[in-house]
């Protein structure tokens, strides 16, 4: 007995030994692609599957009861309380040498701060202060001149500027290279990065984190458009590369559509979030709408929480007006909870309980988002 207990301690000793000099495998190889950056917008409500109804990434039902939808005095604790931002081109570095890089140099980048202004501000997720003085310095002083300087202050002190909460900062890089001798393309990059800043607590933060976007001039524009002819080292016919308004007009191009994309990333993100008042056969009723940054055509997720578990019910193609919204339950979740919500809401209205309630996310850019808004 003692030599077979010890023959045991000896094969446990040996088989830890064995264990513990095995290495742990934790992470794999994933492919890096470094081609240009793809928009992806949700699917419609009506395309979903049982498997897709499932509550999207980023979600926040936490204190939606404290919101007030007051702009100028929202609550704190409301999820919803748009932060407000000011939008700032950082550093625009310009890559590549040769022929077409000084009229690359020449872009002007205000130009990209106002059109991002716009199309941030247009889906209700920030409160942007523009940068567009021009225009906000020639209205004040023809309400100066046309109403006087009473009304003036008056109308100053009942509404201040806003104070931003955060910076958006976007940086650029813009590169150039030719391909082909005699008969030659331009090919022109944009890279653009967004991070969000406390200007006073000079921290970086974490979110919206939209990673960085990619977009080529094959993106924009036909590769025939790109096509130019040099002779003697001079340019004979095609594209005008030198021409800085030409090449500004790729750019814009360029630059456009990688704000689509950063706004698709944004949308999902920073989904748009409501309450179930009621739903009644297929028809549901939401308490907010365009004022929470509820977008046209809308599939959200609509999901039962209680006690901090969350149990998806079904999909909805959702139309908000300004302060509701109402959408049509496409596809209910097979589930004995969806069951019940659907047999109740078949007999009448269906109230969610205050211990059990149902609320809505959306789960990306509608998908006809980009075709009629941007």
């Known amino acids: 007995?003692?030599?077979?207990?010890?023959?045991?301690?000896?094969?446990?000793?040996?088989?830890?030994?064995?264990?513990?000099?095995?290495p742990a495998h934790q992470t794999t190889v994933a492919k890096v692609s470094n081609r240009a950056s793809q928009a992806y917008v949700a699917k419609s409500a009506y395309q979903f599957e049982d498997g897709d109804i499932t509550v999207p990434a980023y979600f926040d039902t936490q204190g939606l009861g404290r919101c007030t939808f007051d702009a100028n005095s929202e609550n704190d604790g409301c999820?919803?309380?748009?932060?407000?931002?000011?939008?700032?081109?950082?550093?625009?570095?310009?890559?590549?040498?040769?022929?077409?890089?000084?009229?690359?140099?020449?872009?002007?980048?205000?130009k990209l701060v106002l059109m991002l202004e716009n199309q941030f501000a247009g889906v209700n997720r920030f409160r942007v202060v523009t940068r567009d003085d021009d225009v906000i310095s020639q209205e004040q002083q023809t309400f100066l001149d046309q109403q006087g300087a009473a009304a003036t202050v008056q109308r100053a002190?009942?509404?201040?500027?806003?104070?931003?909460?955060?910076?958006?900062?976007?940086?650029?890089?813009?590169?150039?290279?030719?391909?082909?001798?005699?008969?030659?393309?331009?090919?022109?990059?944009?890279?653009?990065?967004?991070?969000?800043?406390?200007?006073?607590?000079?921290?970086?933060?974490?979110?919206?984190?939209?990673?960085?976007?990619?977009?080529?001039?094959?993106?924009?524009?036909?590769?025939?458009?790109m096509q130019f002819v040099r002779a003697s080292n001079r340019y004979v016919t095609g594209f005008r590369y030198n021409d800085s308004g030409d090449v500004n007009a790729v750019i814009n191009d360029m630059a456009s559509r990688g704000f689509d994309i950063l706004l698709t990333r944004m949308l999902t993100e920073m989904p748009a979030t409501a309450q179930v008042m009621g739903i009644?056969?297929?028809?549901?009723?939401?308490?907010?709408?365009?004022?929470?940054?509820?977008?046209?055509?809308?599939?959200?997720?609509?999901?039962?929480?209680e006690a901090g578990f969350v149990e998806p019910i079904g999909v909805a193609n959702v139309v908000p007006s300004g302060n509701s919204a109402i959408g049509e339950i496409t596809r209910w979740k097979d589930s004995k909870l969806a069951e019940q919500v659907q047999q109740q809401a078949e007999n009448?209205?269906?109230?969610?309980?205050?211990?059990?309630?149902?609320?809505?996310?959306?789960?990306?850019?509608p998908s006809d988002f980009l075709e009629k808004r941007t």
């Open 79 to 110: 999820p919803l309380k748009k932060p407000i931002v000011r939008i700032y081109f950082g550093g625009s570095d310009i890559g590549g040498q040769g022929i077409g890089i000084d009229a690359l140099r020449k872009y002007d980048d205000h």
């Open 157 to 225: 002190q009942a509404q201040q500027t806003l104070k931003p909460d955060f910076v958006l900062k976007i940086d650029s890089l813009r590169t150039v290279q030719t391909e082909g001798s005699i008969s030659s393309w331009m090919d022109y990059t944009l890279e653009l990065t967004m991070s969000v800043l406390n200007p006073f607590t000079r921290e970086k933060m974490s979110r919206p984190n939209l990673g960085k976007v990619r977009v080529t001039s094959e993106d924009v524009r036909a590769r025939e458009q």
């Open 348 to 365: 009448g209205i269906y109230r969610p309980s205050a211990q059990a309630k149902i609320f809505a996310v959306s789960v990306g850019t």
């Open 280 to 305: 009644k056969g297929n028809q549901v009723s939401l308490d907010r709408g365009q004022n929470a940054g509820v977008l046209p055509n809308e599939t959200m997720i609509i999901f039962q929480y």
């Open 1 to 22: 007995m003692k030599r077979s207990l010890t023959s045991m301690l000896v094969g446990v000793v040996l088989l830890s030994g064995c264990q513990s000099t095995q």
